[in-house]
Structure formats: structure tokens, C-alpha cells
């Protein structure tokens, strides 16, 4: 058995099943919980994890998602996930094709892990789409698997892709005997009847998801990855990675967004209001103002305009926080200088000012401060 195949923390699978079959369980290793009246009013629960609120929780986004919870693995945030895609296929001889502009860490991972990452280019004339052509010239010479790993609704720009699409993608990766991972934190802003998910269009495909973005419920860290029905037989190997990482996410995390799960429809509203009050203010600021060149996604709360015959983004933020007071952060993050990616996620009021400071401010920038 290659090392690719074997588990690398085969330990942990046994703590978890075996180490307290008998009643006189002298293998641990730690303490019993302590009294708990040391966490009272905050919420701490020390209850073991896979006891009762991970496979509640798992059973959840079973429910949620339409597939089999064995396929599902929930993680601490959706960063957690990618870093275990990463452990698991972006091993050194891979070559990961990755898209620009993207998050930093899809650019950095697979570096990172060692292996080589190639880029392929999002451009706003054809409406931040990916190629799949690119995709495939990429990977073509590749020495070993070639994997393509990306955000779909893509950050920054919240360009949408089309499920023929990520099919594509997902065949070209197969081409080369490996994986598309595409992380689709953003895609809870999308209307439920516009959504869908690499894992169910592709069986080489693995989704990337968490309560983050949409729900504004990052602090929970709740994450998962969904693997394709291809994959099934390495959803093993996946849990083998994140017991190496960080074996189990809190449970007072998992209770919590069990909870979530069963609030959905609560915890939108406020994006709805954002839609209804906030959202045209932005979409009309990004078409109209001058020296603003933008591709307004159809969903979500984010654009990446690209501000004219500015090329340092990073100065220019620097400029607007210091003298206009106003942030929105800078292409060079995302890969793409030139361009600002702007969110409309706030308060209508706090938005109006908001851009009324930024198109002021990078008006005075242009004019020489």
C-alpha cells in the first residue's frame, strides 16, 4: 500500500470506535471533564463531540444538501476543509489549477503543501468566468494528478458559475486523474432554486461550504466538504487528515449550528433587508460612477470594480482609510491590482455614506491627494 493510500494517524480512528469498549477504561490519556460550573453563562458543553452533537449535526447537512451523510464531513469553517483537500491531493508532483483573481489561500495552499499551482485568468469582458480550454492547457503537461481548486460564486468578483460549467472543469481535472475542489461559501446568498453543487454534478468533485457568509456566523467556525459519489471511498483518508490537524471541532460549535440549520429562513432576513435597502444604492454607484468599471453579480454582496487609471490599490486603500475614513480592500490581496472589491453588506444609511466617502476619496486620490 502506497503512502498515498495508507492512514496517516490510524490512532485516532481507534480512539474514537474502540479505546473505551470495557467497563474498566484505563487508556486515557486526559482527564474527565472538570465540574462545569467554572464555564457557567458561557455556554461551554464538554460533552465529546462525536458523542451525539457531530452526527446530529452531520445528519443535518445530510438533510440540507440532499446527500447521504457519509459523504459529508463537517469541519471547523470551511478554511479547515480547504486545508484538508489540500493535505490529502495537493501532494508534491500535483499540479493545482487555481484562478485569478481568487482568495489568497487558494494561490498559497497548494504551494504550500507542494505542489505546483498554476494560474489561469478570470477576465471581467467575459463576465469573471473561468475556461474550462485554460483549464485543460494548464494541466495538459502536468507530471503527476492535476486537481482545480476554486471559489464558486467566486470572491471577489461574486460571478456566478454555471453548472455546464463546473461539469467541465470538474471532466478536466478527471482528464488528468484529479479532483475538482470548489468551495462554495457564497453560494447561500443565491436564491435556493438557482444553486448548485459541484459534489452532485460531478463524482470527482468535492463542495466546500460553511454558515460564514451569508448567515454571518463565522465566529461558530462550522464548516463542511461534500465529496462526490466517486469519492466515497476517500472520505476516510479525509477524516485521517483532520484528525491529524485538529481531530474534532468544538462541540459547543456543533450544538450551535445544529441550532443554525433548524433557523435558516430567521437568520436570512437580514441579508433580505440588505437586498431590498441596501443592494441598489451599491448596484447604482457601481454603474454610475466615473472612473468605476464594474460586472455587478446578479447575487450577493460583493463586486470587484476595477477603479480607472489607478494601478496601486494598495496605496489607494491606505489613502482612503487614512483621509476618507472608508475601507474596502485592495486587488492586490485577491491577485489583481487595479481593482477594489467593494461590499454592500451594511446598514443602508452606513452604506450611502459609505460611498459617498469612496468615490469622493478616490476622486481626491486621482487628483493627487
Known amino acids: 500500500m502506497s503512502q498515498h493510500e495508507r492512514l496517516q494517524f490510524p490512532y485516532m480512528f481507534w480512539a474514537h470506535t474502540e479505546s473505551w469498549k470495557s467497563p474498566y477504561c484505563l487508556s486515557q490519556s486526559g482527564m474527565p471533564a472538570p465540574d462545569t460550573e467554572v464555564f457557567d453563562g458561557l455556554g461551554v458543553d464538554l460533552s465529546h463531540p462525536a458523542a451525539e452533537a457531530l452526527p446530529e449535526l452531520t445528519a443535518r447537512l445530510g438533510e440540507l444538501l440532499a446527500v447521504d451523510p457519509e459523504r459529508v464531513l463537517v469541519t471547523p469553517g470551511a478554511s479547515a476543509a480547504m486545508h484538508l483537500c489540500a493535505l490529502r491531493y ?37 463576465g469573471w468566468t473561468v475556461d474550462p480550454s485554460q483549464v485543460r492547457a494548464r494541466l495538459s503537461d502536468a507530471a503527476g494528478r492535476g486537481h482545480a481548486f476554486l471559489t464558486n460564486p467566486n470572491n471577489p468578483t461574486g460571478a456566478l458559475m454555471e453548472p455546464e460549467r463546473a461539469r467541465a472543469l470538474a471532466a478536466e481535472a478527471a482528464r488528468a486523474d484529479g479532483v475538482l475542489v470548489s468551495c462554495e461559501v457564497y453560494t447561500e446568498y443565491l436564491p435556493p432554486d438557482t444553486r448548485s453543487h459541484a459534489f452532485a454534478l460531478a463524482p470527482n468533485a468535492i463542495s466546500i461550504g460553511s454558515l460564514t457568509k451569508a448567515y454571518g456566523l463565522g465566529p461558530l467556525r462550522i464548516g463542511w466538504l461534500v465529496v462526490g459519489e466517486g469519492l466515497v471511498g476517500e472520505m476516510r483518508h479525509l477524516v485521517d487528515m483532520a484528525y491529524l490537524a485538529y481531530v474534532d471541532p468544538p462541540t459547543v460549535s456543533l450544538r450551535a449550528g445544529a441550532r ?34 464594474a460586472v455587478v453579480p446578479d447575487h450577493g454582496i460583493i463586486a470587484f470594480p476595477r477603479v480607472v487609471g489607478v494601478e496601486d490599490t494598495a496605496s489607494l486603500v491606505r489613502f482612503l482609510q487614512d483621509e476618507w475614513q472608508v475601507d474596502v480592500v485592495p486587488g492586490e490581496f485577491f491577485g489583481l491590482p487595479g481593482h477594489l472589491r467593494v461590499g454592500c453588506g451594511v446598514p443602508t444609511e452606513t452604506l450611502r455614506e459609505g460611498l459617498r466617502r469612496l468615490g469622493e476619496g478616490i476622486a481626491a486620490f486621482r487628483g493627487g491627494g
Open 260 to 293: 443554525a440549520l433548524a433557523h435558516l429562513p430567521e437568520l436570512l432576513q437580514p441579508l433580505r433587508r440588505i437586498e431590498r435597502e441596501s443592494r441598489p444604492l451599491w448596484e447604482r454607484w457601481l454603474a454610475e460612477t466615473p472612473g468605476i468599471e
Open 90 to 126: 495537493f501532494r508534491p508532483g500535483a499540479r493545482v489549477v487555481v484562478d485569478v483573481p481568487s482568495y489568497e489561500p487558494f494561490r498559497a495552499l497548494p504551494t504550500l503543501v507542494g505542489a505546483e499551482t498554476a494560474l489561469v485568468r478570470r477576465r471581467a469582458a467575459e
